[in-house]
């Protein structure tokens, strides 16, 4: 998949849930207003303030589809985990948010009894953002970028906060009133584990932390499967926004002339491009082999 149909791809989905989550938002303000529903309305409330999540990832994926340039020498991709660290936090705010309302609502005993628009609307609401947490989910895991898997667990908790709705708005329906906070004090748990998984995948990229081991083992193999490579000698890779960065030390003969060893080295990266499609670069180093040297590195 070329570079820019990555980008593209990744757009085409955000867009879909961003207009989506629009019509949601009128709907459920307007279903908790009319249905005499504050735990619709708030849902509401919810979807607003996710424009501002899905906004800035729209912004981060222009941004990050910018190719390097000499200020930014390894790319843009940065932007997408800082969008998905933004998009955490909105979750971890909105999970405190409706825990806080409905321990306040369970205190000040202010049950009312919704109308039926309001179960239909937290009903409809569970379907529609599910079928976007899929859907998001199944092309952020192709392309592996981090602000379109952010944006499907953002889904995955509106579907799970109109879980919590619907339960309590059926609660209070049929003359529990105290369903409906008790049901959001509940969910707003899950939706905090949410924004925490989503917060530590962010923190980890931009602290440069390391691509799991099966990968890093998978690139070891292939290199070390190139004719005249000896041994890989060291091996590190490093996610920026849909792409990884490989810091890859290769040991060779070292009778080799600097011709040769640049040879071998554009095999490695040719084939690590062809096997690996989200890999943005790799940096070869060459050490001799069965030699002994010494990593300079001041880290």
């Not at 309302?101 to 109308?115: E, M, N, S, Y």
């Not at 879980?163 to 309590?168: D, V």
């Not at 070292?254 to 490695?268: F, L, N």
């Amino acid at each position: 998949m070329q570079r820019d149909e990555r980008f593209d791809k990744a757009e085409r989905i955000i867009q879909v849930g961003f207009w989506v989550n629009a019509v949601l938002m009128v709907m459920k303000l307007a279903a908790g207003y009319w249905g005499r529903s504050d735990a619709v309305f708030a849902d509401g409330i919810e979807s607003a303030c996710d424009f501002i999540a899905i906004g800035s990832t729209m912004v981060a994926l222009k941004l990050g589809r910018q190719p390097y340039d000499e200020q930014h020498p390894y790319g843009h991709g940065r932007a997408e985990s800082l969008a998905a660290l933004l998009i955490s936090l909105v979750i971890c705010a909105t999970g405190i948010w409706i825990f806080v309302d409905a321990v306040q609502t369970i205190l000040r005993h202010d049950f009312k009894a919704p109308g039926w628009i309001a179960v239909a609307a937290a009903a409809l609401t569970i379907m529609i953002k599910e079928w976007l947490y899929r859907f998001s989910t199944t092309t952020g895991r192709q392309l592996e970028s981090p602000s379109l898997l952010a944006i499907a667990q953002d889904h995955r908790k509106d579907a799970l906060t109109s879980i919590a709705t619907l339960a309590g708005v059926v609660g209070a329906f049929l003359g529990w009133g105290i369903m409906d906070p008790l049901a959001a004090a509940l969910t707003s748990f899950f939706i905090l584990h949410i924004g925490w998984e989503t917060f530590r995948g962010a923190v980890h990229d931009l602290m440069d932390g390391s691509v799991h081991g099966e990968y890093i083992q998978d690139v070891t193999t292939l290199a070390e499967a190139v004719d005249c490579v000896e041994h890989v000698h060291e091996i590190r890779a490093r996610r920026s926004g849909q792409y990884i960065i490989i810091d890859l030390k290769l040991e060779m003969d070292p009778e080799m002339t600097v011709k040769q060893s640049h040879d071998v080295a554009t095999e490695v990266k040719r084939r690590i491009f062809e096997r690996f499609q989200n890999v943005g670069d790799v940096m070869i180093h060459i050490n001799p082999h069965d030699e002994e040297h010494e990593d300079l590195i001041r880290l």
